[in-house]
């Protein structure tokens, strides 16, 4: 026994109940978006605010904090992985002394364009404390 086909295309009535539901579902969406969007916006400091005052959803503006904030994150990483590296760095048994420091200004280098400063004594100190014995030099008076 074969069963009908049912008339694939819809009622005029019954796309427009869809098309309301739908705009109804929109403007709930909007709503919330609209409330998430302020209580956000109302805990920023006003630094944080000028850099999504922009923005009107909340979604948009959650995005561009975490943007904003996983790059300051992620480059403080780097900072101190680079600082714990200059701190530790050692002239290798087989490199010449112009590589140690060629490898030493990398890093420096490095941490400069993370925005961290290194002070020309702590780097000078640096470099000595990664020379071995044979280049210690002792004053005598």
Known sequence: MET???NPTKSKEGLEAEERKIKDEIEKYEEKSAVAASIILSTLESSQAQQVINLDEAKDIWFKLKEIHEG???SRRIS???RLQLSA???GSNESLD????RAQYIKDQLEQCGSHVENEEYIGLLLNGLPKEYNITCRE
Not at 99 to 102: S, V
């Open 4 to 6: 009908p086909i049912k």
């Open 99 to 102: 590589q140690f420091l060629a």
């Open 72 to 74: 300051k994150v992620s």
């Open 89 to 91: 760095i050692k002239k």
């Open 80 to 82: 101190k992985e680079l």
